[in-house]
């Protein structure tokens, strides 16, 4: 195993976070595994899925069955994880900007085609190896001012040359969920049945360029630019296997639990063949993929205490009440209903909101919304 210490660029002197990868297993296989924890820092069950994970990477490269390079960024946020504000973690959003912390990353397909005209105004047609070295060369290009700039610069850096992208996040209160896109979910349901997924989101663009969208999303993009420029067929594959891992909800932190989704991404990665030993049983399929567009979150509509009804993981239907808001002051009671039919599947921790909040998400089967599809 090698560290690798990135040091981010610091807003003022005397002062700057630095970011931590560990790289497992050979660099000279033309495969790449990158997996990294808590993009919005204060997500505790994926950083201890990544202390499980680096135990058994070890193993596993002393063993000699990694065949590809695995990197592990463990805590993919250095700069949330400092952020505190009157005693509580704040990482999903930069304090200085409020910016997301999952959001504005690059689109290198423009800057990786001029890199790539060359070969193609030779007439050969990129490999997906010459591709990887162009994106990575855009990548490197990318302005990084600011520190979180440099932050996003440094994880597509570490992850754009990758077949396979595992951004392992967490909801407030949640179920299993993941989030990908619609070509890759042949790639992903393997996943989505180690994990025991039980809402699997799928969307062409999310809106926001969130992370994993910049890793996967880029070849499409390469491949309308080929299409543009040749008018024929793109002629690259999905090469990067990007998916968001919500990893339940914010205290779902156990070691068993913890153990237990480690040992489900290792058997994915050797059911992928990314890692040698025998094919691990893939337990059924729990739920086909769903539309992102047709995951509806429930408003607030008055502030109040927030009573949940339903519980996670439950079916309900359109109109159905999933939780109330009591004013203590009047003795009003205001029901909050669904509004589709679909499984509810993240609900907000806070049980005091303010009118307005989104306080649950149901995921349907119908593709209700478009334009921006994430959460602030
Ligand atoms: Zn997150």
């Not at 993009?39 to 990694?66: M, S």
């Not at 025991?196 to 994993?212: H, I």
Request: hydrophobic content about 45%; aromatic content about 4%.
């Amino acid at each position: 195993m090698r560290t690798q210490i990135h040091a981010l660029a610091s807003p003022i002197p005397g002062t700057g976070h630095r970011l931590c990868s560990l790289h497992y297993g050979p660099v000279d296989r033309g495969r790449k595994v990158y997996i990294q924890a808590a993009l919005h820092a204060d997500e505790p069950p994926g950083l201890l899925v990544a202390y499980h994970l680096r135990q058994r990477l070890a193993e596993l490269e002393n063993q000699g069955r990694l065949a590809a390079e695995v990197v592990l960024v463990p805590m993919a946020n250095p700069i949330g994880l400092g952020q505190r504000l009157l005693g509580r973690g704040l990482g999903r959003f930069e304090l200085s900007s409020g910016e997301n912390f999952n959001r504005h990353y690059a689109d290198l397909s423009a800057a990786a085609w001029t890199g790539l005209k060359p070969i193609v105004e030779a007439g050969q047609i990129p490999s997906v190896a010459q591709v990887r070295a162009a994106l990575t060369a855009a990548c490197a290009e990318l302005p990084a001012e600011t520190e979180l700039a440099a932050l996003r610069k440094t994880l597509l850096g570490l992850s754009i040359d990758a077949d396979v992208v595992l951004d392992l996040h967490c909801d407030s209160e949640a179920i299993v969920h993941l989030y990908s896109a619609d070509p890759l979910w042949p790639k992903v349901a393997p996943l989505a049945q180690l994990l025991r997924s039980k809402v699997n989101l799928l969307a062409t663009e999310s809106g926001g360029e969130p992370y994993d969208e910049a890793c996967s999303m880029v070849w499409g993009r390469l491949n309308r630019l080929w299409q543009q420029h040749t008018q024929s067929d793109g002629p690259w594959p999905d090469a990067c296997v990007a998916v968001t891992v919500e990893l339940r909800g914010e205290t779902d932190v156990s070691h068993e639990l913890a153990s237990a989704d480690a040992q489900a991404l290792i058997d994915y990665l050797i059911d992928q063949g990314y890692i040698e030993g025998a094919q691990p049983m893939l337990p059924k399929l729990l739920a086909e993929a769903l539309p992102l567009s047709g995951s509806l979150p429930v408003k607030a509509t008055v502030g109040g205490i927030l009573v949940h009804r339903p519980l996670l993981g439950q079916k309900v239907r359109k109109g159905q009440c999933v939780a109330e808001v009591v004013d203590p002051l009047d003795g009003a009671a205001v029901e909050l209903l669904a509004g589709n039919d679909g499984l509810l599947y993240a609900r907000e921790t806070s049980r005091v909101v303010h009118a307005g909040m989104s306080v649950c998400k149901i995921a349907g089967t119908e593709a209700l919304r478009s334009g921006n599809l994430l959460s602030a």
